[in-house]
């Protein structure tokens, strides 16, 4: 089955605290992207990936980092969580080489807070 | 700067009723416009887009949006609501020169009532 997964899906810690939740997808796609989605302001991008070692940076970077060793693999990693990064994380994928890059598959989620 | 607005935080529609969804965008360029999807406790998934060609685009669910250059609208219809279409709908939008990045709209929650 065709999916995108992420660990943990929920996640309570404490500030400065070190934290990766990780994202996984099966379809080889080389667009993967993260999301954080908070009440009324929609999803804003953290960080994205074009393909393997290759990131940038999405709307809301700050406090947040990322690395892409493997293709189908794209952690996102709290060095530091502070407690406005309580919010509700989604990862996704879509294929660029099909020019469906925006067709992006979402994982379920990760609610992360931070007290 | 590029956005996207969705007007209106809740749209509650009697079952069976048509609905309307409603987006506006701001981009320079050419857009690409999306509509996706948010069930309870579920990820997003992809409904439409809007590329180029008709301006009415049909995708998952029954669902279609209607493109209007004039009124820089993507407004996402259906015919006939089913209570299992209540959920949260958001409307995306890309530039033509963008590195794939999408602005999002805050979401339209939906309700659809028996």
């Known amino acids: 089955e065709a999916q995108v997964t992420q660990n943990p899906r929920y996640l309570i810690t404490v500030t400065g605290k070190k934290l990766t939740v990780t994202c996984s997808q099966n379809?080889?796609?080389?667009?993967m992207s993260w999301y954080r989605q908070d009440p009324g302001l929609g999803l804003r991008q953290i960080y994205y990936?074009?393909?393997?070692?290759?990131?940038d940076k999405g709307d809301v970077p700050e406090g947040y980092k990322v690395s892409r060793k493997e293709k189908r693999n794209f952690p996102l990693i709290l060095e530091s969580p502070s407690p406005n990064q309580t919010s509700l994380y989604f990862c996704?994928?879509?294929?660029?080489?099909?020019?469906?890059?925006?067709?992006?598959?979402f994982g379920p989620g990760t609610r992360l807070t931070v007290t | 700067a590029q956005s996207v607005a969705q007007p209106e935080d809740q749209v509650n529609v009697a079952e069976g009723n048509p609905l309307t969804v409603k987006c506006t965008y701001s981009?320079?360029?050419?857009?690409?416009l999306f509509w996706y999807v948010q069930y309870p406790n579920r990820g997003l998934q992809f409904l439409l887009k809007?590329?180029?060609?008709d301006n009415l685009v049909k995708g998952s669910y029954g669902f279609e949006a209607e493109f209007n250059k004039s009124q820089t609208s993507f407004h996402l219809k259906k015919p006939s609501a089913l209570v299992s279409d209540s959920a949260l709908y958001f409307c995306?939008?890309?530039?033509?020169?963008?590195?794939?990045?999408?602005?999002w709209g805050a979401g339209t929650k939906l309700i659809i009532k028996p």
């Open positions: 996704a994928s879509s294929a660029i080489a099909s020019g469906r890059a925006e067709e992006q598959y």
């Open positions: 379809m080889n796609h080389e667009y």
């Open positions: 990936s074009m393909n393997v070692e290759v990131t």
């Open positions: 981009v320079s360029g050419n857009p690409y």
């Open positions: 809007y590329i180029t060609g």
């Open positions: 995306a939008v890309r530039s033509a020169d963008s590195n794939y990045q999408l602005i």
